[in-house]
């Protein structure tokens, strides 16, 4: 099993940074960074999902400002490495033009609560996931999830109380 090396402070004033691990070179590189944070983990989120696709790691670090400093935030376990043990959602039967496009709707309406939650990298089974949500509930119970997330994520806790 190859170790990688710890994550760097970045250089320069504290601010919202997300360091990316390069295992080819087994460097840091700065991927985003802003002085405020969802930005930065939405700019993290896709970057995450690029590598991805492209079959590459993405080991990512998140860095802060707190009082003035720098502050770590280890990154949680990272999404590929989660256990994707769940069934994946019975198809569902050919929409016309109609009922697709309100599917496209509430699956807007969930991506908007996760993404004010926080949670911009989803993985293949957190988007299968998201499917079988919007192919089984209405729009106004999708909404009201999206309200529980939003709420989530502005409230002081892991995903909230860090944003601009």
Do not use: K
């Not at 198809?91 to 991506?111: H, N």
């Not at 949670?119 to 999830?145: F, G, K, M």
């Not at 999206?146 to 409230?155: C, K, P, T, V, Y």
């Amino acid at each position: 099993m190859q170790t990688r090396p710890p994550c760097p402070q970045p250089p320069g004033p504290p601010r919202w940074v997300a360091m990316f691990h390069r295992p080819s070179d087994g460097s840091w590189r700065a991927g985003a960074e802003s002085p405020y944070r969802t930005p930065v983990l939405y700019a993290a989120g896709q970057m995450a999902r690029t590598l991805r696709a492209r079959g590459e790691a993405a080991d990512m670090e998140l860095w802060g400002p707190q009082d003035g400093h720098w502050r770590h935030f280890p990154a949680a376990q990272a999404p590929a490495a989660r256990e994707e043990t769940s069934p994946e959602p019975a198809p569902a039967p050919t929409p016309g033009r109609l009922s697709e496009r309100m599917g496209d709707r509430r699956q807007q309406v969930l991506m908007a609560g996760l993404s004010r939650a926080g949670l911009y990298d989803l993985t293949a089974q957190d988007q299968l996931a998201v499917e079988a949500l919007v192919d089984r509930l209405d729009e106004s119970t999708l909404r009201r999830v999206a309200q529980w997330l939003s709420s989530a994520g502005s409230a002081d806790g892991p995903l909230g109380s860090h944003t601009s």
